[in-house]
């Protein structure tokens, strides 16, 4: 059964930053496709960030609003994605979840805020 268990998130000030991490367990972890999205309140899911296996290059993507900002990595031995998070801005704040393209499960989401 697949888990993700997200930490890491916590109240910044803008211009801050925070260091998003997600454990995964139940897959072969470095041959998947790891995600971050975020979902604010009164807004859909979003994709914010990807990073392909190592196999496929464990090339990146980012949504255009978090594009030189936003980083994300992953260690496979510590079947860990993480988001690093710099120069933040208010429109960041959301819950952020991580996920395994592909599959259903979702994590309970780690709470990032970010005051003016």
């Known amino acids: 059964q697949v888990q993700l268990v997200e930490s890491g998130g916590g109240l910044v000030q803008a211009g801050g930053s925070l260091r998003l991490s997600c454990v995964a367990s139940?897959?072969?972890?470095?041959?998947?496709?790891m995600e971050w999205y975020r979902q604010a309140p009164g807004k859909q899911r979003e994709l914010v960030a990807s990073i392909t296996s190592v196999f496929r290059g464990g090339r990146t993507n980012y949504a255009d609003s978090v594009k030189g900002r936003f980083t994300i990595s992953r260690d496979n031995a510590k079947t860990t994605v993480y988001l690093q998070m710099n120069s933040l801005k208010p429109e960041d704040t959301a819950v952020y979840f991580c996920h395994v393209r592909d599959y259903t499960n979702w994590g309970q989401g780690t709470q990032v805020t970010v005051s003016s």
């Open positions: 139940g897959i072969i972890f470095s041959s998947k496709t």
